[in-house]
């Protein structure tokens, strides 16, 4: 081969100086954002990201329970215009994606909730706002035009949880998404290990370890102080006594009763998030629920849980069209997208997979994951030959089957 003929095959990419973006660059799936984060942040932040309950089984499943499944593609459909529209709860989305609720998100940037919503709004993709947000609801509102939703925790003190819904409907929230598989907190024994409780009790090696990263730490300390924004200090003795508070407020008395107040006060979209079995997805018709989120948490609760796409297409058998069913946990790529629309979600939440590019570059990193599940959804769908998001559904059965 000739020199010349080498410049025409090799491509020389003009250097960039941003380093977030030069390691964006190299990132082409989920996996190498997260290793990109795992050497950006320190260990004990990291596994409060990536880490799940006890020995991690749950966490592992969700992953497996996509990767058993096969897809039987048709050839020659006609797929070069592909339509990946949908409309969520009622409104129109770019893709059946949404952003799932996360707490301590600025623990991966100091920008936290207002990149995440500002992206949501730019890639026209739903974004949930965490009750355990550090964040307020108001300045999350007021940062981004995105189609809003809140994450609500029914607490011990039931005045608290009131007083939260009646702000997200004051602040133009759409949908309120009740989690209901936290009656207590999970054993996450990494963040047990490297004393990111609630509140913190950080050891002298997670100290040392947040001292060999600098560039989290110097950013971490120009922001806010990281806490619960959407519970005021009042007379709590700042973070440290907000966090004690929250952490005290978990409640395992709460009962289908309470979701039925919470139904009652809401008038929007309501959202139970944390059903596994179709028995409480037809309770959640009976109370009055528009969707449920098949979840297990992200495998950070209850170890050994089913993994919620294993449950979808019983679910589905059960509540029909009664219900939008959406699926979390273990959602890495936009084939996984497309897998459990087939097999009968209405959309998917992805929660670590953008905190791992929130991790590594902040808002940019957040766009380059939607950017990631656009290009592989689309891609998956042309050589599947499935044209559109409606087609997916419909020609679920034939497209998708387990292994």
Excluded at 27 to 40: F, G, M, S, T
Excluded at 232 to 246: E, I, L, N, T
């Amino acid at each position: 081969m000739r020199v010349a003929d080498m410049r025409d095959i090799v491509r020389l990419e003009r250097p960039e100086l941003d380093l977030d973006r030069r390691v964006l660059r190299r990132c082409h799936n989920v996996e190498d954002l997260r290793r990109a984060a795992r050497r950006r942040l320190p260990r004990g932040a990291f596994d409060y990201i990536d880490g799940g309950a006890e020995d991690e089984r749950s966490a592992a499943d969700n992953v497996a329970a996509f990767a058993e499944q096969r897809l039987h593609p048709a050839t020659l459909r006609g797929v070069d215009d592909v339509d990946m529209t949908t409309t969520i709860l009622g409104q129109r989305a770019a893709l059946p994606l949404a952003l799932a609720p996360t707490g301590f998100t600025r623990m991966a940037h100091t920008d936290g909730e207002l990149a995440v919503a500002r992206s949501a709004a730019d890639g026209d993709v739903p974004y949930t706002l965490s009750t355990m947000g550090t964040v307020s609801l108001e300045d999350v509102a007021a940062s981004a035009d995105a189609d809003l939703w809140f994450q609500l925790y029914i607490w011990r003190d039931r005045g608290l949880s009131r007083e939260l819904v009646d702000r997200a409907a004051a602040g133009g929230y759409r949908v309120l998404m009740i989690t209901v598989d936290t009656p207590v907190p999970g054993r996450r024994e990494r963040d047990l290990a490297n004393g990111f409780t609630i509140p913190p009790a950080l050891r002298p090696g997670s100290l040392l370890d947040m001292a060999a990263h600098p560039r989290w730490w110097t950013r971490l300390l120009r922001g806010r102080p990281i806490t619960f924004a959407n519970v005021s200090a009042g007379d709590r003795q700042g973070p440290a006594g907000v966090m004690a508070f929250v952490a005290a407020q978990f409640d395992p008395r709460v009962t289908w009763d309470d979701i039925a107040e919470v139904r009652a006060a809401w008038r929007g979209p309501l959202v139970l998030k944390g059903i596994v079995t179709p028995d409480d997805a037809d309770r959640a018709v009976d109370v009055g629920a528009d969707g449920v989120v098949l979840s297990n948490h992200g495998g950070r609760q209850l170890d050994r849980t089913v993994a919620p796409l294993r449950v979808l297409p019983a679910v589905r058998d059960r509540v029909g069209d009664r219900l939008e069913l959406l699926v979390d946990s273990g959602v890495r790529r936009g084939a996984d997208v497309a897998i459990a629309v087939a097999m009968g979600a209405s959309v998917c939440l992805i929660g670590r997979a953008y905190l791992y590019g929130l991790a590594v570059a902040g808002r940019a990193g957040v766009d380059h994951v939607l950017g990631l599940f656009t290009s592989q959804l689309r891609t998956t769908m042309q050589l599947c030959g499935v044209a559109s998001i409606a087609e997916l559904r419909e020609r679920g059965p034939q497209l998708v089957r387990p292994a």
